[in-house]
Structures are given as structure tokens and as C-alpha cells.
């Protein structure tokens, strides 16, 4: 980290972890990732104008591993999404990729690389995803055989990286809606949920920007709140945590199985979840 004006001092370390200080600072088109089954540290990195690249943190010491996508002329890299790792020395990478179509003009695509150890080998998944980077652009996670794409208006699609069928997950986005119709009145701007995946579970977090308006013309007021879905591999949804200035409720499969008053001061402003 950049702490010019700090010392950080780590002590009784564990044999079997180990420190490791990253020397850049991670941006939109950086992707880090410690799998559970191993013992390596992946990191993919390219800011613009640079070549991508992989690098493999192990015991035996540091491998690199250029890119080299195989895109269409007048495509390029856009940003690592997902990185899955077998814990055998086998890498999943999917990345997003912009260019021109015909007749569309320009286009996201995704594209994954298989990477067995010494080579990496390309395929394109998809050259026309109907999603929009403007503003906060998207929140992507690699959910089983599907790569999920949460949008900024809040609405949540899973693409097929075997067929490229982007569709939406229907019950998500009807939980989000009921959530936004029954506590939001305006919006200071748009967020997209943030993704996460674990135990074959897809988990859907969204803290929208809410505010509640001053009818005089003063300062509007931050109303904090929370909607966090538990979706299955069918699309099922679960459970679902619904936390809105104040209360906190619990609902696993349709039925509401805790509520709580939660003060202020004691209002969960943040939630971590496994990523795989």
C-alpha cells in the first residue's frame, strides 16, 4: 500500500501464510485473486496502452503470462471479469473485450482464456452484449458455466459462455423492482448490485443511492438501505435480507423469519461475502 507517511510493522506471521505487498495500485482494469484450492496468487493486470498479462505468485517463485488475445481486428482488451483456478495449475480467465460490429457500431464483448500451466488458449463467447459501461459501468462474477452482469439501472442478466445467450434473471430483477417500488422515492444517482459466489449460490447485494427530498428546497437527506438476495443454480431466490433505516428483515423461501430494530449508529453500512 502507499503509506508515505506510515510505517506498517507485521509481526508473529504464521508459517504456513505469507506478506505479500502489491507494488501498483489496483484499478478498474486490475483483477486479484488467492483461489482456496491452492496456493497461488493470481493477479491480471493492463492499464491502457500496456499488454495484458498474468502473473502467478507461487512457493516456486513468479510467472508471467502475456495475453495475447485472439480478437477480431478493430477489438481490443477492455478488462479482466472472473478468474477461476482448479488448484492443479489450470486457469479459467474471462475477460471483457470492446469493438466494432457491423451495423452496430461499437460493441462489449467477453472472451475466456484456458490456461493449462505453460499455454493460454482464446475463444470469443460473445461480440453483441446488450449492456451499457456509461456512468459506474457494470458488476460481473463467474457463476458456474454463466458469467452474471449486474447493471446500473439494477437489473441482473447471466451470459452462457458455452452458447453466448445473454438473459435475464428473472426473479432477481423482480425482487430488486419490489425492493426499489416499496423503498425508494429518488435517487441521487444509479448503482449497480455487486456479485458474489460461493456454495453455488449467487449472492445479489444492492445499496442504492436513496435520498429523500427536502420539499422547502434544503439538503436532501441519505436514507440507508440494503437488498441482499440468495439465488440458487435454477433462479430460485432463496433468502433475502432487506435493511432500511432502522429494520432489518430476514425472509428464506417467501417467509419472514427475523425482523430486528436496528439503530442508527448500528446500522450495517457495509456486508462481506466468500467470492467463491
Not at 25 to 42: F, Q, T, Y
Not at 121 to 140: F, H, P, Y
Not at 164 to 192: T, Y
Request: some cysteine; glycine content about 10%; proline content about 7%.
Amino acid at each position: 500500500p502507499d503509506l508515505p507517511d506510515q510505517e506498517v510493522l507485521v509481526e508473529n506471521v504464521h508459517p504456513d501464510y505469507q506478506i505479500l505487498v502489491l507494488e501498483r495500485e489496483i484499478s478498474i482494469r486490475d483483477l486479484v485473486k488467492c483461489p482456496s484450492a491452492g496456493d497461488n496468487l493470481i493477479m491480471v493486470s493492463g492499464a491502457f496502452g500496456e499488454q495484458p498479462k498474468m502473473k502467478i505468485r507461487s512457493p516456486a517463485g513468479l510467472q508471467e503470462v502475456p495475453l495475447n488475445l485472439d480478437l477480431k481486428p478493430g477489438w481490443e482488451y477492455l478488462r479482466p471479469v472472473a478468474i477461476n483456478a482448479d488448484g492443479q495449475g489450470r486457469i479459467s480467465l474471462c475477460v471483457e473485450t470492446s469493438g466494432l460490429s457491423p451495423g452496430t457500431g461499437n460493441s462489449l464483448g467477453l472472451a475466456v482464456g484456458d490456461f493449462d500451466g505453460r499455454d493460454m488458449r482464446w475463444r470469443t463467447v460473445s461480440e453483441d452484449l446488450e449492456i451499457s459501461e456509461a456512468g459506474g459501468g457494470t458488476q460481473m462474477a463467474r457463476w458456474g458455466d454463466r458469467i452474471v452482469i449486474a447493471e446500473q439501472h439494477a437489473e441482473v442478466k447471466a451470459l452462457d459462455l458455452e452458447t453466448g445467450r445473454l438473459s435475464p434473471l428473472h426473479e432477481v430483477n423482480a425482487h430488486l423492482r419490489d425492493f426499489a417500488r416499496d423503498n425508494i422515492k429518488a435517487q441521487e444517482f444509479c448503482v449497480a448490485p455487486t456479485l458474489y459466489t460461493g456454495n453455488d449460490l449467487l449472492i445479489v447485494s444492492w445499496t442504492p443511492a436513496a435520498i429523500e427530498e427536502d420539499p422547502s428546497g434544503g439538503p436532501f437527506r441519505w436514507i440507508p438501505m440494503t437488498c441482499i438476495l440468495a439465488c440458487s443454480a435454477d433462479g430460485r431466490i432463496v433468502g433475502e435480507i432487506r435493511a432500511v433505516e432502522g429494520s432489518l428483515t430476514v425472509i428464506k423461501d417467501g417467509k419472514v423469519t427475523q425482523e430486528l430494530d436496528v439503530p442508527e449508529d448500528r446500522f450495517p453500512s457495509c456486508w462481506r461475502f466468500p467470492r467463491e
